[in-house]
């Protein structure tokens, strides 16, 4: 059998075949999107008795990051030589990334074959809010959140309309986690934790989603026009899109002095993993409601 003989291995590899064959590049970049990925693992790895490492090709360009979207696919396309792999999705792979420097190449050696730039990746991992919405209408206008500091919350409830800097993240991406310490430790903000080990966030549904910006870029001007972003941080920045926790896919956002809509709210996540509400902004009354305290 040729590489270019490999029958597609279920539902999805048929329709990125056929819109690969009918020359749909959005179409097969929007499949991939959504795609489980197979990468190329030692045999000890995946036992557990060594740590999993990236499998990559260089050329003259650039170091490719390998994966296929088979296991079939990859055992015809490395001859054998791959007999077992770890299965990601694109969010996982632009999560621990490696090296914004690197591509992705998809299936090399098919003839369905794809080759990504970073920037590429982060983008189809980590679309923007308008794009999010675009794709999936249903979804809905989503919430964000944002933890605060004390500092944070008596300048949100004295300072006048209220705005919001800085990063913020999707609500619903750490919706599981109900312990203030992990938490704190997924957005990288220990700092915040209050002397009892509770966290207060906020949390809002945004007005003007293009204002939201996916913080693509890196830790220096040369990360930045790898991943062709607009944003240069001081590490442990990943600049994908994602909050730098690989154990954790979190989206993030950048904002620059947004005002804070009608029904925006601070809340506590408390050491229990209990949360109370404990004010309420009335964007007609130009001011915010305390709930009250806890007992």
Known sequence: MRVDDHTPAGPFEERLWEAYREGRRALCLSLLRGADLALPITAAAAAG???PAW???ADAERTWLLAYTSVEAMTLATGGAATHCRIVTMTELAAGWPDLRWGLAVNPGLEVAFTLESGAVARL???????DLRIDPESGVPVMQKLLGPGDIHALLTGG????SGYCHHALDVSHIAT??????????????????????????PVGLDLYRTPYG???EEGREAVAGWVVEEPPFVGMGLVPSVDSVIREYKVYGVGLPHGAEIWELTFEGTEHRHAVYHGDLR???????RS
């Open 49 to 51: 008795t060594e740590a």
């Open 55 to 57: 499998a990559t090709a």
């Open 125 to 131: 991992a980590v679309p923007t809010l308008v794009q």
């Open 161 to 164: 309309e209220p705005r919001v």
């Open 180 to 205: 203030p310490a992990v938490l704190a430790a997924a957005l990288g903000r220990p700092d915040l934790l209050t002397g009892d080990g509770s966290l207060n966030m906020l949390r809002w549904r």
């Open 218 to 220: 890196g830790i220096d």
């Open 287 to 293: 001011r915010w409601l305390l709930i009250g305290t």
